[in-house]
């Protein structure tokens, strides 16, 4: 276990002679003499490293790796010391610069005037190097994007005839959504203000019960869901379709819904996959109108790949609050803005300004009234009072919040804290951005479809002698071109229509191509050659 001598490590580089060394020179002294002279003719002790490396490697099936590992950790000890030496030579406070840089016999004054301006040259020198690094960045982002678009541009063509491309980017079916959750905030407010006069909602109370650390379980949900969290869990009477095809339209599906008694909404999810396959859920009023719609909907066979009731869930655990949003001040604070975020959005909705007094006009205490408004707006507006979330569907608001957000019921809550400070914020800064903007489509007084109508009552406007014109589709004649251009937009107006769905269908490609544009934006993600 101990190390053998040197000298019987290296018995032949020890016994070697030197180069032109005679027969009495140092090289031929015995393996056994311990002379300096001996030592110096030993070579390992001053081989460079990469002799040593080569050395090993011709009898190591791993020298050539080590090779190369060791001169690769030469090369960063390298940088490392000339960035250290680097870094090193700039003095870094004012008494290194003295010592390094100013010559004997240098006043104050003097020193301090070139310290400043050496301060200067080198923050100058700092921010040069920053500009430069954020323009390389910047540059490199640019080609990114570019990239990306140049994939989209090539990517669009392969999906913008399939119906979940309709779906996803035509303004025809951003407006459809938009007047769908319309009317479905109406439906459901309507609602809410009849179940209130049927007290509905008595024992209304969003406090924890039974609590496991910060799982609480919540009431069962069925029907408007029980006493005292009333959660209402959105697969209750719906209808799942499972698999959905991207030939398929999820407008088809809502018309043939439509046809069936008790129909209330639907809500879909993003296309998955490289089929593009998506799950389709509608809701019904009634537990009877889901089970006919099944059977009627399941003989369409076009529509999905499988239909079958949602199954709801036995149970719901809900998450607690912090101690501190018990306190009395900070639900005095939360019934006040729960109240103007139930005005703001019943506004930007449409919703009757009575129905949205006879919520807030209900009796009741300061939590109550607090509670009735954060059930109102779970249920007509899918919004996460404590969460700040405004949500499509509520669907969406299960995955994003969960099914409900309790308060603590401790006796002695503190005062408010940063969770409190960080909840306020969030919905003041919620109800000064709150907009929904009917989506713009466009007609053919709009551009760029104005001018397009225009060059086409132009061409199918022709003179054919003085005082006399001809429509250019249907050979009518005419005494004026004024005459034309009102029979052209009266009699052809389905040429004007073509234009205005080739307009929205550009709109359409265009969207796509600024969505994915963005690095890893494509969701309709096409393998392009």
Not at 346 to 369: F, H, I, M, S, W
Not at 394 to 418: I, S, T
């Given at each position: 276990g ?13 016994q ?21 002279a ?28 080590a ?23 700039e ?25 400043q ?22 540059v ?21 005839g ?13 407006l459809?959504?938009?007047d ?41 949900a ?18 799942l ?51 006919q ?54 506004a ?7 129905t ?64 409190a ?44 002698a ?29 040429l ?18 600024e ?8 969701k ?6």
């Amino acid at each position: 276990g101990k190390r053998a001598p040197r000298a019987a490590e290296e018995p032949l580089a020890a016994q070697a002679p030197e180069a032109g060394a005679g027969s009495g020179g140092p090289g031929n002294r015995q393996q056994g003499d311990s002379s300096p002279a001996r030592w110096e003719a030993r070579p390992p002790r001053h081989m460079s490293p990469d002799r040593r490396s080569s050395s090993s490697s011709s009898s190591s099936p791993m020298g050539s790796g080590a090779s190369k590992t060791d001169a690769r950790q030469r090369r960063t000890a390298n940088s490392r010391s000339a960035s250290a030496s680097s870094s090193a030579s700039e003095p870094g406070n004012f008494r290194d610069f003295v010592l390094s840089r100013l010559p004997e016999g240098c006043s104050p004054e003097e020193a301090m005037e070139k310290y400043q301006e050496h301060e200067r040259r080198a923050k100058q020198r700092r921010d040069a190097r920053a500009a430069r690094a954020a323009e390389r960045a910047r540059v490199a982002a640019e080609q990114k994007a570019e990239e990306w678009r140049r994939k989209a541009e090539q990517a669009v063509g392969k999906v913008q005839g399939l119906s979940v491309f309709f779906d996803m980017y035509h303004p025809l079916s951003h407006l459809r959504t938009y007047d769908l959750r319309l009317r479905a905030a109406h439906h459901q407010a309507e609602a809410f203000v009849q179940d209130m006069a049927k007290g509905c909602f008595q024992g209304l109370a969003f406090y924890a019960q039974d609590a496991n650390g910060e799982r609480v379980v919540l009431s069962p949900a069925s029907g408007l869901g029980e006493k005292p969290h009333f959660v209402l869990d959105p697969d209750v009477n719906t209808v799942l379709l499972r698999g959905v095809r991207p030939t398929v339209s999820v407008w088809d599906i809502y018309d043939a819904a439509a046809e069936c008694p008790g129909f209330l909404t639907l809500s879909w999810t993003d296309p998955t996959g490289c089929d593009f396959l998506r799950d389709v859920r509608l809701r019904f009023a009634s537990a009877e109108a889901a089970g006919q719609a099944l059977q009627q909907i399941a003989g369409e066979a076009v529509l999905s790949a499988g239909a079958a009731l949602a199954q709801p869930a036995s149970n719901h655990a809900g998450l607690m609050l912090p101690p501190e949003m018990s306190h009395p001040d900070r639900v005095r604070k939360d019934e006040e803005l729960a109240a103007t975020i139930l005005r703001q959005l019943d506004a930007v909705t449409g919703v009757p300004p009575e129905t949205t007094r006879a919520v807030l006009d209900a009796e009741g205490t300061t939590v109550q009234k607090l509670d009735l408004s954060i059930l109102y707006l779970r249920r007509v507006h899918h919004f996460c009072f404590y969460g700040a979330a405004w949500c499509r569907d509520a669907w969406e608001l299960r995955q994003r919040c969960g099914p409900l957000l309790v308060r603590d019921p401790v006796a002695e809550p503190p005062v408010e804290g940063e969770w409190a400070e960080k909840h306020d914020w969030r919905l003041r800064k919620f109800a000064s951005t709150i907009t929904l903007e009917r989506p713009r489509v466009l007609g053919c007084d709009d551009e760029p479809v104005a001018t397009k109508c225009e060059e086409l009552v132009g061409t199918l406007t022709l003179r054919i002698a003085e005082g006399r014109f001809k429509c250019g589709e249907c050979q009518k004649l005419f005494k004026g071109p004024e005459y034309v251009r009102k029979h052209v937009r009266k009699a052809h107006a389905h040429l004007l229509e073509k234009l205005r769905q080739e307009a929205h269908a550009d709109a359409a490609r265009a969207a796509f191509v600024e969505e994915s544009s963005s690095i890893g934006g494509m969701k309709l993600e096409i393998e392009v050659a």
